[in-house]
């Protein structure tokens, strides 16, 4: 086999390569369980914002009659998904998890010497999806209580708006997303991941602005983090656009159609799940006494390093996020994600003996 040289390989990757940082997941039990000696049942996994109840009953009995020898079939998807937020089948966008979906968008829409607008800290791939795009991030530190304090640069192309915020939880009110669209030629993409555990969504503002997008998901809410399946509301001009560039099928299978469409036909399911993480995490706010949250998480400023801390938790088996990969959030930031009653107790438990 011919061996080429350093520089020849380097050649021929894209320049983009060198300004990227790759997406940090959060950790999971096997690694844990390797590097600690502990068994992977006795570890609480409060680090990827998964629902701990999982998804509807219906979605598990779909799996077992999926006919994985044809290709997806989305029209059961696309119609609950229709009648879960109100809008024509025209109008909905699929995708491989939310990712996929803003994937397809960014190469629609960037291109080089374009630019994209970043309010941070914020969803790491935002930043990746520009920069392969050949475009550049222009990132907009946020405020003391993590709101917007600037406006959307004119040379922005396009607006990454994640609310609630992942790790901050907080959202972006109705006024001032319409002040936003209003004062911008920018394609605003409303990041719409954990609404479901938040008081409203500002999904109804795609009908009105031609240059919103308002991306969801069924990882989070509907307990489908596995299947990878994510969905977006764009105006017609758009969505035309996005069914010419999307791949084959929108990058789905047929196992996360099926799921996916069991999930959104048992819809009390999902809400009972919704009311049992909020209560908790209202629970949990009051216990620590920190600051609220919209989303399915909390985000704690620590004493320790968040480094220093987040080890003391793994030592004794609970995963919970260290906030250094999200850019802007700093040395002493973590991410906890609310989980059962148990669970939570765990976590407690443990904050009190460590930070107190």
């Known amino acids: ?164 915020n992942n790790p901050t939880g907080n959202v972006i009110g109705e006024q001032e997303l319409r002040a936003m669209l209003e004062s911008t030629d920018a394609l605003v993409f409303l990041d719409e991941a954990y609404v479901e555990f938040a008081e409203r969504s500002l999904i109804h503002l795609v009908r009105e602005y031609d240059n919103l997008i308002v991306g969801r998901t069924l990882s989070k809410a509907f307990g489908l983090a596995g299947m990878r399946l994510g969905y977006a509301l764009a105006p017609n001009w758009i969505a035309e656009q996005y069914r010419r560039a999307a791949p084959p099928f929108y990058g789905i299978s047929s196992a996360s159609a099926a799921a996916g469409a069991a999930a959104l036909s048992d819809l009390p399911f999902m809400r009972r799940s919704v009311e049992r993480i909020v209560s908790e995490r209202e629970r949990l706010v009051r216990e620590i006494e920190c600051g609220c949250s919209q989303a399915n998480f909390l985000y704690l400023r620590t004493e320790l390093s968040s480094h220093q801390l987040v080890e003391k938790f793994l030592s004794r088996g609970i995963i919970i996020r260290d906030c250094r990969s999200f850019r802007g959030a700093g040395e002493h930031q973590v991410r906890v994600t609310v989980g059962t009653p148990e669970e939570n107790r765990r976590f407690l438990s443990a904050y009190r003996e460590i930070c107190r």
């Open 1 to 164: 086999m011919a061996s080429h040289s350093d520089s020849w390989r380097e050649a021929r990757l894209r320049p983009e390569l060198k300004f990227l940082q790759p997406y940090v997941a959060g950790k999971g039990f096997g690694e844990i369980s390797r590097k600690y000696g502990l068994l992977p049942a006795d570890i609480v996994k409060l680090g990827s914002n998964e629902n701990p109840y999982g998804p509807s009953p219906r979605a598990k009995e779909a799996l077992a009659s999926v006919a994985m020898e044809r290709y997806p079939e989305p029209e059961e998807l696309l119609a609950g998904l229709a009648s879960y937020t109100g809008f024509p089948e025209d109008m909905i966008l699929l995708g491989a998890g939310m990712d996929g979906v803003m994937d397809t968008l960014t190469r629609i829409f960037l291109d080089s010497g374009d630019a994209s607008f970043i309010p941070t800290p914020t969803f790491s791939y935002y930043e990746i999806l520009t920069i392969m795009a050949s475009a550049r991030p222009i990132f907009s530190p946020r405020g003391e209580r993590h709101e917007l304090t600037e406006v959307v640069p004119a040379r922005a192309k396009m607006a990454f708006i994640c609310s609630p």
